[in-house]
């Protein structure tokens, strides 16, 4: 067997196994996998496929101009050929404006929220609401080992314990019939190998990052944790290690049976009385 089939072999055989060791699918399970158009959802999905599983995809178009463009072409293309049915849904249709104008208007009114943080609450939304509409029973995502070291360093550097509890690979603290539990097949996987995997299948992504990937904190951590790792091998696999074995503890200390609340304004399930997707709205819609 050459060493680039070896190589796949144990890509997929990694995820088949991260799955049984988290028991993260059951044979009942309709699956939706969050699909960017980037390489880890892409490969998610094709794996998962491939074992088997039934799989639809979901896309939230943010329409960051030429890069959401091409994501969204390259992700219809490849549902296209691997005969997987692709759901769409724009910001624009579901909020009414892209994500660089919400986040220009919100800034425009004093909060000083960045992007990333408005993209992914408004994004998880539609996702979580969107997962029930069609009827799946469990949310894919891709992250993958290296995106669960940074989140890792990022909360205990700023001392943000129960940030950490909700970690996992079946992340959450609070259950709730209205969240679609999320899972991460591609847990114990890293990038580079996620990276590697997809440009030998020869997937059609982009490599490069998003243009409004300003997290200037996460960046910071992942060259760091980059740099560690040109001298200490399995960095990012000790600190997973670490935080599988303190999870469980974590997760008592900060397990609740509180119910969540309904958001005032649009009934979805909320920590507090009003969600932070109808805060967020609201602060767009605001008159000047
Ligand atoms: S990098 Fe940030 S802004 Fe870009 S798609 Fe991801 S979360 Fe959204
Ligand atoms: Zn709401």
Redesign the pocket.
């Known amino acids: 067997m050459s060493s680039e089939n070896e190589f796949v072999k144990d890509f997929e055989n990694k995820i088949t196994d991260t799955i049984k060791e988290f028991d993260l699918i059951s044979p009942k399970d309709k699956l939706l996998v969050a699909v960017?158009g980037g390489k880890d959802s892409t490969a998610v999905l094709y794996v998962l496929k491939k074992l088997g599983y039934k799989v639809e995809a979901l896309t939230i178009d943010?329409i960051?101009g030429k890069y959401t463009e091409e994501n969204l072409k390259n992700i219809q293309e490849f549902c296209k050929t691997q005969d997987i049915k692709l759901h769409t849904v724009s910001f624009r249709e579901a909020y009414g404006a892209a994500?660089c104008h919400i986040v220009d208007l919100i800034k425009s009114r004093g909060w000083n929220l960045q992007?990333?943080t408005v993209?992914?609450v408004l994004?998880r939304y539609l996702v979580n609401l969107y997962t029930r509409k069609l009827g799946a029973t469990k949310v894919v995502t891709g992250h993958n080992l290296d995106d669960e070291a940074q989140a890792f360093m990022m909360n205990l550097l700023k001392n943000k314990q129960e940030m950490n509890a909700r970690l996992g690979s079946a992340p959450g603290l609070i259950k709730d019939s209205k969240f679609v539990p999320r899972i991460k097949p591609l847990y114990l996987t890293s990038e580079k190998d996620v990276e590697k995997y997809s440009k030998i299948m020869n997937f059609p992504v982009k490599y490069g990052?998003?243009p409004?990937?300003v997290?200037a904190y996460r960046n910071y951590i992942r060259n760091m944790l980059n740099d560690l790792e040109k001298d200490y091998k399995n960095i990012k696999e000790n600190i997973i290690d670490y935080l599988l074995k303190t999870l469980p503890d974590l997760k008592a200390k900060f397990k609740t049976d509180k119910k969540l609340n309904a958001c005032k304004e649009c009934k979805e399930p909320s920590r507090s009385e009003v969600c932070r997707t109808c805060q967020i709205l609201a602060f767009v819609k605001k008159p000047s």
């Open positions: 960017s943010v960051i994500l992007s990333c993209c992914g994004r990052r998003c409004c990937a997290d």
